[in-house]
């Protein structure tokens, strides 16, 4: 049990473009989505905190307006990468934690690579 | 994104020896630990974790030690075979409710 899924698990696209990654909780609900990006050779950073039916979270120095995060039901968040840019090309993955559980429980996603030409 | 230069620690081990893998954490508020393993093009998966009332927790083939006085964690691996080849990252939780912040990586190398 506890499976999350990604969307797609890779996607190449030109500069300029904007770019909607999925996150689904399978087989549980999620009250708390966490979203992180991990720059090659690099431990994971964490982006945004998502909760479902309100606003994210954002890290300090993350741009809200260009990484928009929706979390309109408890298995389903979206992060769109609006305007990419190559130096937003890495991996991004998301993870979720089971309705009732504290954040320490997080199940992660397997991760979407992102490359912007 | 990427920064030139960036190195990740690597551990090289024979197979069928044991592997420890350490982790320095910085936030003496963390009470919660976990390790996890992260596969080339994969998320991260759960390995073991330890609260900071204790000092070891045993799992299958791995053991994790935590030291509060000088704020050090470590993996073990007892007798390393070649599908733990991975990056392994600790995490601690900052407290009570905060965010899980992760360490930086090591990158263990199974030798055959």
Known sequence: GAVVSQHPSRVICKSGTSVKIECRSLDFQ??????????PKQSLM????????????????????????????????TLTVTSAHPEDSSFYICSASPQGSEKETQYFGPGT???VL | ???VGLHLPTLSVQEGDNSI????YSNSASD???WYKQESGKGPQF???????MDKRQG????????????????????????????YFCAENGGYGQNFVFGPGTRLSVLP
């Open chain 1, 30 to 39: 999620a009250t708390t989505m966490f979203w992180y990006r991990q720059f």
């Open chain 1, 46 to 77: 964490l982006m945004a905190t998502s909760n479902e039916g309100s606003k994210a979270t954002y890290e300090q120095g993350v741009e809200k307006d260009k990484f928009l995060i929706n979390h309109a039901s408890l298995t389903l968040s």
């Open chain 1, 113 to 115: 690579r992102l490359l």
């Open chain 2, 1 to 3: 994104g990427e920064s």
């Open chain 2, 21 to 24: 893998i350490n982790c320095a």
């Open chain 2, 32 to 34: 919660y630990f976990i």
């Open chain 2, 47 to 53: 390995i073991i974790d330890i609260r900071s009332n």
């Open chain 2, 60 to 87: 299958q083939r791995v053991t994790v030690l935590l030291n509060k006085t000088v704020k050090h964690l470590s993996l073990q691996i007892a007798a390393t075979q070649p599908g733990d080849s991975a990056v």
